[in-house]
């Protein structure tokens, strides 16, 4: 098995120590370089072809949907995003984001979202064709038959949609 060639990108140092000393005892990955801002993700992505990046969302001058943006969604490696802002999750995903781990990163999480992509790297799937596979599968879950995800304290049960009568938010 090949390892996986990551590029850490964020502008904060110590963020990416961070995810540098996570990635330190794993065997399955090398990091080949780090970048502190955007402009300079883009130039490493197209030139140094990583298999993976791990990206901040918010940077200076050039974010980290920009960053996606500028490369392409369908020329970008695997995107796992590392960020202390959960706003832009779903924007994440619309260009092909693998996974979204939040800051402060939790260990078990990061190498939860390292080995998914491992995974489908080993299975020489491609991000683009991998977030298909996932839209379609999600969309042969929808409607009538599909399930609703819904926090019970500090657990998330699935209900029927089919079963439901009625549905009511209170608060968040």
């Known amino acids: 098995m090949t390892s ?27 990091v080949i370089g780090e970048c502190g801002d955007g402009a300079s ?68 999480r990061f190498h939860r979202a390292i080995d998914r992509v491992a995974r489908l790297h080993a299975e020489r799937s491609t991000p683009a064709t991998a977030l298909r596979g996932l839209l379609g599968a999600f969309e042969e879950q929808r409607g009538p038959s599909g399930r609703l995800a819904v926090r019970a304290g500090d657990r998330v049960i699935y209900l029927k949609v089919a079963d439901l009568d009625w549905v009511e938010a209170a608060g968040d």
């Open 4 to 30: 996986l060639r990551v590029l850490i990108v964020d502008d904060e140092p110590l963020a990416r120590s961070h995810v540098q000393s996570l990635l330190s005892g794993r065997t399955d990955v090398t």
């Open 41 to 108: 993700a883009v130039a490493r992505i197209v030139a140094d072809v990583p298999d993976l990046v791990l990206l901040d969302v918010q940077m200076p001058e050039r974010d980290g949907l920009d960053v996606v943006r500028t490369v392409g969604p369908d020329r970008m490696p695997w995107t796992v995003f590392i960020t202390a802002h959960d706003d832009y999750a779903l924007e994440a995903f619309d260009v092909h984001a693998v996974d979204y781990v939040l800051k402060p990163v939790n260990r078990e």
